[in-house]
T-cell receptor, first 115, second 113 residues
Framework: DAGVIQSPRHEVTEMGQEVTLRCKPI?????LFWYRQTMMRGLELLIY????????DSGMPEDRFSAKMPNASFSTLKIQPSEPRDSAVYFC?????????????FGEGSRLTVL | AQSVAQPEDQVNVAEGNPLTVKCTYS??????LFWYVQYPNRGLQFLLK??????LVKGSYGFEAEFNKSQTSFHLKKPSALVSDSALYFC???????????FGTGTRLQVFP
């Protein structure tokens, strides 16, 4: 199994630009999570989906952030417009269900730098 | 609300010595506890979990964790540290109300040759 696949691995953009991060979960996993990691705030859960439906987006920082999961094999996290404080590593993770095991499988992350 | 605390930002240990990375938890009801490891420029990897049963849980790479209900702790241990164990370690608890995994702030383990 290829694991959770994220793209791009690195993104450098200028303030005000739109950023789209992509994630392909492990096949058969029906939960998908987006996390953000920074030195100051640690690991934050932004949003998670169950069977492609957003369940909890209370961690999304503001309206500039949006996430979609059009099908079971693809999700996007979009930031529009981006700001320097959005600079972080964004992780996607998937699982068969936290109620079953709680084991999440993480992608390698997308490191975003907003200048 | 469920939470975990990792009181040490960094732990230093010599190769071959035993290591302990501390975690305490605060939950209502039975805790579902986890340890994850993050190597540089990588995503988090699952190490082990406690759901129920034996208080000593064995996981990947020779790690184990001891669940202690009276002390509300779930410390990660390894009898003999390797330089390759140097990484960032996260304790986590599953929030039974929301099913979210709540991560601690992480502890950086540095193993010196």
């Amino acid at each position: 199994d290829a694991g959770v696949i994220q793209s791009p691995r690195h993104e450098v953009t200028e303030m005000g630009q739109e950023v789209t991060l992509r994630c392909k979960p492990i096949s058969g996993h029906d939960y998908l999570f987006w996390y953000r990691q920074t030195m100051m705030r640690g690991l934050e859960l932004l949003i998670y989906f169950n069977n492609n439906v957003p369940i909890d987006d209370s961690g999304m920082p503001e309206d500039r952030f949006s996430a979609k999961m059009p099908n079971a094999s693809f999700s996007t996290l979009k930031i529009q417009p981006s700001e320097p404080r959005d600079s972080a590593v964004y992780f996607c993770a998937s699982s068969t269900g936290p109620r079953d095991t709680g084991e999440l499988f993480f992608g390698e992350g997308s490191r975003l730098t907003v200048l | 609300a469920q939470s975990v605390a990792q009181p040490e930002d960094q732990v230093n240990v010599a190769e071959g010595n035993p290591l302990t990375v501390k975690c305490t938890y605060s939950v209502s009801g039975n805790p579902y506890l986890f340890w994850y490891v993050q190597y540089p420029n990588r995503g988090l990897q699952f190490l082990l979990k406690y759901i129920t049963g034996d208080n000593l849980v064995k996981g990947s790479y020779g790690f184990e964790a001891e669940f202690n209900k009276s002390q509300t702790s779930f410390h990660l241990k390894k009898p003999s540290a390797l330089v390759s164990d140097s990484a960032l370690y996260f304790c986590a608890v599953r929030d039974i109300d929301t099913d979210k995994l709540i991560f601690g702030t992480g502890t950086r383990l540095q193993v010196f040759p």
